[in-house]
């Protein structure tokens, strides 16, 4: 016997004779089981009395070794404003009318008129000096109503043409920056007409501003006479539209949950009013929020962050915990004729040896796979491995005690005749229908799935799907692009998402803000340097035209007027000093002085622009790191990573938190991808104790993330966290459909044929019931609107789809053909007449004589149904 036998062979007869040794004694303490395990739940769920849900995106998904991260604490602290918004974008043939102007105009007017929170917009809105910033054609006019109500078309085109500057604010202007659309020009290249023009509202960040946001939407939706089309969005939709779409789906969600619980309780049981099990399944679906407690109580405790990513850890859990189910009940199903002899606690010891190891490798695959993930430089991610590393961790344990303790229970009841609903009800000479004694499903798979595939043109048809589906979703996982797209996870139903398209129509050129800061440098030293950078960032063709506002700009067409001397570095600051309060005192905000009054130097400022748009993730990194480049190489040192950086120039956005994300993204997904299916196959390789099994169940699992990636592809998902924490997710549900099969596969007896068929109808069932009612659980989501939930559906559909194949189909056919030889005969499950109790079971069993004199007597049961129905007299009439 190689050494490899050897060592397989003791792994499995030692893990076999734990899980027997603990199913004897849960057999005999059932509820002494069932109160440590909700009781050492409940004192590690005492862990989340300091629980705190965070949101903040630099703490979640941002890498904490970032440079962003600084430039982020930076800006805080020395510019903390920040503001909201409402942004209307209006479309009619042709927007430089004078009856749009006038529409807008109108709309301008009721908006300012409106209130929040009893204060009016005045002491609502951002202001630039003394003027509240708000941005549109109605800027080139001052909001001047009396300039506006008489604009003939010759004058409105004539303005558009030669204003370069705003009135109100007094910096630079690119009037096209404000036309979205088609935009017509004459001969000359003169603007003559475009399709859409847009407008935009600043405010102050208070509870105030969001009530007045509220109205402005309100108003908004209902239109202009005038105008063709009003689209309207605020700092407020997302939260609106995106999270009431997440809170209606909550229910799809109940209603699936309530659907799984219907079909677990169908599933475990016979339908009749004994054998039922509906306690049992809700206290196995009861024990996921054990789990949950569990892993909640711990993480918190040990100061793990909570993200809004954890609340699918549920639907993680579910899917895990309800296969585990299944296959700990099929194995009570699948006891032989002598086995159903034994005294309960022995049956219960011998259903949980052989059930055992195989949920055993399924779920210690998930917590080493998911504990490695945890090593991911992304926050977030790395929070949802170690809180699912504990979840099924727990979920593992209880499932083993917990749910077994509850099983036993509810054997006893079974074998007293007492109802399944009503226990303390007990049934006289009662016999079950015999519609409720078919089991259907292990007849499919016994009498036609399994000798159906086992057909040698069938296997090779099956072969040939897998190499296609393989191929052919291998291609789209290539072709997987990274990118990420706000406007996905808003309703398409919705008012918010009508804006972004309109805005993706009619404003293909707009980018994201951006703005370059200086800390406490020697402004005067720096002016060639700052003119340099300044000429650099206007020719970037990552900036938008016409969209850079800077106070060092205005001064130097201020200083080149006024002829004021800045010879010296205390005349510059003077100079800057006088300037912004007066010329340019609507830049005020954009730069910082150590004193209020003369003599004063420069401490901190910032200049803004706006990037072009782009089309992916890839462009919109290349943007932000062209701009970090001009800075970086401008002769501005960059600041030096310490407790407290010295700061010189720096580009920041707080999209750039996301792009920050997005760099790491897709090699954190694949490094975890490939971590993960490391470890599975490492942990199957010890706990199913065969090279050849193993590499096999580990096929299955990479030809199910390679499928389930192709068909996101074809479905138009692109990788972002969420869909990269689903991929990840998806490898903890794939290896469960296949390392069940190869498991029973390596305890059966017989040539490979044989045993393909007997895996088929021992674990069969049981594999399919978890794959479907994981189907069940999101099928409602099929109609929702929301990009998250419909992501949801359309991974879990995929995993279970392929998953199911590739465990049910691909497997047994390739076991069939070169499966290894099984485990040592002495550990087979057999059908033996003759079943030997260990002197271990013995002792335990002489120790507990009393408890065993309690078990309704092995003679009395009828082994024609597997132990599920005792032997009675007569029938009861009815049920």
């Known amino acids: 016997m190689s050494c490899l036998k050897k060592i397989s062979n003791k792994i499995i007869w030692a893990l076999e004779t734990v899980f027997f040794r603990i199913g004897l004694f849960i057999g005999y303490h059932p509820w002494v089981t069932i109160f440590f395990s909700v009781a050492i739940c409940g004192c590690c769920g005492i862990g989340m009395k300091t629980f705190k849900e965070t949101d903040a995106q630099e703490k979640l998904w941002v890498p904490q070794d970032s440079r962003v991260q600084n430039e982020l604490k930076w800006v805080t602290k020395h510019f903390p404003t920040q503001t909201r918004y409402v942004s209307v974008v209006v479309t009619y043939p042709d927007v430089l009318m004078p009856s749009v102007l006038n529409a807008l105009l109108d709309l301008n007017k009721e908006f300012t008129s409106y209130t929040g929170g009893g204060k009016s917009y005045t002491s609502l809105c951002y202001k630039l000096g003394r003027s509240c910033r708000v941005t549109g054609l109605l800027e080139l006019w001052s909001y001047d109503e009396s300039s506006i109500r008489f604009l003939t078309r010759n004058q409105i085109l004539t303005t558009v043409n030669t204003t370069n500057k705003s009135p109100v604010f007094g910096t630079d202007l690119d009037v096209k920056n404000y036309l979205g659309g088609f935009i017509r020009r004459n001969g000359n290249g003169m603007i003559i007409g475009a399709e859409a023009t847009q407008m935009l509202w600043l405010l102050k960040p208070s509870v105030a501003a969001k009530e007045w946001e509220a109205k402005v939407i309100e108003r908004a939706l209902q239109g202009h006479k005038d105008l063709k089309n009003v689209y309207v969005y605020a700092s407020r939709s997302f939260q609106d539209e995106g999270y009431g779409a997440i809170n209606s789906d909550i229910k799809l969600l109940s209603a699936g949950f309530s659907i799984v619980f219907v079909f677990v309780m169908i599933s475990l049981g016979n339908f009749n009013m004994v054998e039922q099990r509906i306690i049992v399944s809700l206290l196995g679906l009861g024990s996921v929020g054990l789990a949950i407690l569990f892993a909640y109580g711990i993480a918190t405790f040990l100061d793990v962050i909570y993200g809004p990513i954890q609340s699918i850890m549920p639907f993680l859990l579910l899917g895990i915990g309800v296969d585990d189910m299944f296959v700990i009940v099929e194995a009570w199903r699948n006891l032989s004729p002598t086995e159903v002899k034994l005294p309960l606690p022995e049956r219960i010891g011998t259903v949980l040896k052989h059930a055992g190891v195989s949920v055993t490798v399924t779920s210690i695959t998930d917590v080493v796979a998911f504990g490695i993930g945890a090593s991911t430089v992304i926050p977030a991610l790395s929070a949802f491995c170690i809180y699912a590393a504990l979840g099924i961790f727990a979920l593992y344990i209880l499932q083993s005690t917990f ?29 079950p229908n015999s519609c409720s004694q078919k089991a259907f499903l292990p007849v499919f798979f016994e009498k036609y799935f399994g000798p159906f595939l086992m057909k040698f043109p069938v296997k090779i048809i099956v072969m040939l799907i897998v190499t296609v589906l393989v191929g052919v979703n291998l291609w789209r996982f290539i072709l997987l692009k990274q990118d990420f797209n706000l406007t996905n996870y808003i309703p398409s139903d919705s008012y918010a998402y009508d804006y972004a398209k309109a805005k993706e129509r009619y404003f293909v050129n707009e ?8 800390g406490d440098i020697n402004y005067f030293d720096h002016i060639r340097k700052l003119d340099v950078v300044h000429r650099l960032i206007e020719s970037d063709t990552y900036i938008q035209d016409g969209t850079l506002i800077s106070w060092f700009k205005s001064f130097q067409q201020y200083q080149a007027t006024t002829g004021v001397p800045t010879s010296t570095e205390a005349e510059f600051n003077s100079a800057v000093f006088q300037f ?11 730069i910082k002085f150590n004193s209020t009054r003369e003599p004063v ?10 990037h072009t748009l782009q089309l992916d993730s890839a462009g919109e990194i290349d943007a932000m790191q062209s701009l970090r480049s001009i800075i970086d190489n401008g002769m501005f040192p960059l600041y030096n990573i310490s407790d407290q ?26 490094r975890n991808l490939g971590l993960a299916g490391a470890c599975v196959l490492v942990v199957t390789l010890i706990l199913i104790a065969n090279l050849w099994t193993s590499l096999l169940v580990f096929s299955c699992v990479v030809f199910t993330l390679i499928c389930v990636a192709g068909t996101l592809e074809l479905w138009g998902v692109t990788i972002d966290t969420a869909s990269s924490v689903l991929m990840i997710l998806s490898v903890g549900l794939a290896v469960d459909y296949s390392a069940h099969v190869g498991h029973t596969f390596m305890t059966l007896s017989g040539n490979r044929q044989e045993r393909s068929l007997k895996t088929l109808k021992n674990i069969g069932p049981a594999v399919f019931n ?19 939930f419909t992501l949801f559906f359309r991974v879990f559909v995929s995993v279970v789809v392929f998953g199911l194949f590739h465990g049910l189909c691909y497997l047994p056919v390739v076991l069939s053909w070169v499966g290894p030889a099984p485990y040592d005969s002495a550990l087979l499950t057999t059908k033996s007449e003759d079943v030997e109790i260990s002197s271990s079971s013995k002792a335990v069993s002489n120790g507990n004589s009393q408890r065993k004199s309690q078990v309704s007597p092995i003679e009395d049961v009828d082994i024609s149904n597997n132990g599920d129905t005792p032997k009675t007299a007569p029938p009861e009439q009815g049920n």
């Open 403 to 431: 749910f077994v303790a509850c099983l036993a229970i509810d054997e006893r009841r079974r074998q007293a005749h007492r109802n399944a609903c009503i226990c303390c009800y007990k049934h006289k000479n009662y016999k």
């Open 511 to 518: 980018g994201t803000d951006t703005a370059v800061y200086c």
């Open 580 to 590: 912004i309060q007066t010329a340019g005192q609507n830049l005020k905000t954009f």
């Open 601 to 610: 130097r420069i401490t901190s400022s910032y200049f803004t622009m706006k």
């Open 645 to 670: 950086p010295t700061y010189k120039c720096f580009p920041y956005s707080r999209n750039y938190l996301t792009y920050e994300t997005n760099k790491v993204l897709l090699n954190e997904l694949y």
């Open 770 to 788: 978890g794959g479907f009612s994981t189907f069940l659980a999101f099928v409602l989501l099929s109609t929702s609107t929301s990009y998250g």
